[in-house]
Structure formats: C-alpha cells, structure tokens
C-alpha cells in the first residue's frame, strides 16, 4: 500500500517515486493530482503512466526536487550535453515548468563555463626565473612546446661579450688569432618554451533560480 502522500510514476515502463509536494511544481502535475482518483491514465496497481523519456523525466523530478538550481551538463572532455539540453526543453515544455523552460531556451547554461585560452613565450632566461613557472590547477590544463626559434645568433667569445652579442668588449692574443683563422664563432640559436593554457572557470550565479527565494 503506497501511503497517501507518495506517487509512483510509470515512465515507459520505469518506476519512479516521489512525493505529490514534488509534483506540485508542476501545473501539468498538479492538474493530475486534482483528479486522482478518476485518472484514466492510473493503473490498475496505483502507479500513474506517463509516455516520456524517463531519463529525461529523471532530471525533470530531480529539479522539481531541488528547484533553486538549474541543471548544467557539462563534462571537461565533451563540452555541453546539447542532445539532453534540446530533449529536456521538450520535456518541461509539455510538463509546464516555466522557469526550467525558459533558462533553457535562451541557453542561459552557455555562461555559466567560461574557457579562456593563453599562449605564453619564455625565453631561456626567463626559464630561470621562478616567477614564471606555470602553475597547474584543477582547471587549468598547459601544453608545452620547447625548441629553437629565428633570431639573431649570438656571438662567442672567450671574452667578455656586449648584451646584444654582437661583438666582443675585450680582446687577447688568442681571441684575435682564433678569429682570423676560423672567423667569429656563434652558438646555436636560443631556445624558447611555448606555453598553451587553458583555463577553465563556472560561474555558479548563471545556475541559480532567482525565481526561488
């Protein structure tokens, strides 16, 4: 015996239990519970049949249970669940649940995840530089590239060089004979890492029911 306050629903042959409060939410819900007793569309064994998608309706009652929070479905890997968020519009649309399907149909659900990306250059030097280690978060994900790049070559010497590399400051013997015999001598092109980041944030406000206090 199901106790007065409780209902079972037959979504396309899965059951499921609520309270008739849930409902409630409902106008299409609340016009069923108004007539009952007389229902035609209550079985024999009490539950109340329903010709729905009944993994759509479970999010439909898990929102009727908790309304002050819109549903996001959003996984990292795949973006938004936009099959789900075009079935459930269907669904709340016939049900009459229209604060869900308003939210829906102006896709307010596309500001709640804000992805940013930033490519970031560090020059060798500034590799040495703690301050510019990237830092890994659980909503940041880095991709790192690391080689050489066009520039000016840098010129080497034995001797104390300028900060352009370009010319020695000072000179020996040795220096002065080694350049004569071989030409000026230059290190391999200067290294570089290339950061890709991307950064992820939920903005949980756009979630929120403000029809709910």
């Known amino acids: 015996m199901v106790p007065p306050h409780l ?11 609520t309270t008739k409060a849930t409902l409630q939410i409902s106008p299409y819900f609340q016009d069923f519970l108004a007539r009952w007793d007389d229902c035609s569309d209550r079985q024999e064994d009490g539950p109340y049949f329903i010709d729905a998608d009944p993994d759509v309706l479970q999010h ?18 795949t973006s938004f669940d936009y099959s789900l968020y075009n079935k459930l519009e269907a669904e709340v649309d016939y049900f009459l649940i229209h604060d869900l ?8 659900y596309l ?13 060798e030097y500034q590799l040495e530089d703690s301050q510019n280690q990237a830092r890994c978060g659980a909503d940041i994900e880095i991709q790192s590239f690391f080689g050489s790049y066009s520039g000016k070559k840098r010129y080497r010497s034995p001797c104390v060089f300028d900060p352009e590399n370009t010319k020695p400051i000072r000179g020996c013997g040795d220096c002065a004979q080694l350049m004569e015999a071989h030409g000026p001598q ?13 950064r ?3 903005d949980e406000t756009v979630c929120a029911n403000k029809m709910v206090s």
């Not at 209902?7 to 239990?17: N, Y």
């Not at 399907?101 to 307010?108: A, I, N, P, T």
């Not at 500001?111 to 020059?123: F, H, N, P, R, W």
């Open 7 to 17: 209902v079972i629903l037959d979504v396309s042959g899965r059951k499921f239990e």
């Open 60 to 77: 439909i009652l898990e929102f009727m249970r908790r309304p002050s929070k819109f549903p996001l479905f959003w996984i990292k890997d």
């Open 101 to 108: 399907r308003d939210w829906l149909r102006e896709k307010r």
């Open 111 to 123: 500001d709640a995840v804000k992805i940013t990306v930033e490519v970031k250059a560090l020059s």
């Open 186 to 198: 230059y290190d391999d092109p200067p290294k570089r890492l290339t950061l890709v980041i991307k």
């Open 200 to 202: 992820i944030e939920f």
